[in-house]
Nanobody, 118 residues
Framework: QVQLVESGGGLVQPGGSLRLSCAASRSIFSINVMGWYRQAPGKEREFIARITTGGRTYYADSVKGRFTISRDNAKNTEYLQLNSLKPEDTAVYYC????????????WGQGTRVTVSS
């Protein structure tokens, strides 16, 4: 079954905002880093942000100052707040969750489409 469920994508005008959510199933053990990639039409998948269990964050230069990643460990959920959106932010956004331990894995969400257009 699906273990990372994404929501929040849609169509927005330039300068607008969206909030993406990614909820991880409790069946995923020992989640460590969570984060987001995106893939624009005709482009390679691009890393955009990650966050540790303790809340340390890292952003790609292309989104720094505009996007904010956060997480709620009690809800096993991560978020991506997208502000000051530009047409070049148009992409399918994918969340991920990395597990620690001897059976470390990366789990992916199904993707949510963000379209920025006037």
């Amino acid at each position: 079954q699906v273990q990372l469920v994404e929501s929040g994508g849609g169509l927005v005008q330039p300068g607008g905002s969206l909030r993406l959510s990614c909820a991880a199933s409790r069946s995923i053990f020992s989640i460590n880093v969570m984060g987001w990639y995106r893939q624009a039409p005709g482009k390679e998948r691009e890393f955009i942000a990650r966050i540790t269990t303790g809340g340390r964050t890292y952003y790609a230069d292309s989104v720094k100052g505009r996007f904010t990643i956060s997480r709620d460990n009690a809800k096993n959920t991560e978020y991506l707040q997208l502000n000051s959106l530009k047409p070049e932010d148009t992409a399918v956004y994918y969340c991920y969750a990395d597990t620690s331990g001897s059976m470390a894995l990366r789990y992916w969400g199904q993707g949510t489409r963000v379209t920025v257009s006037s």
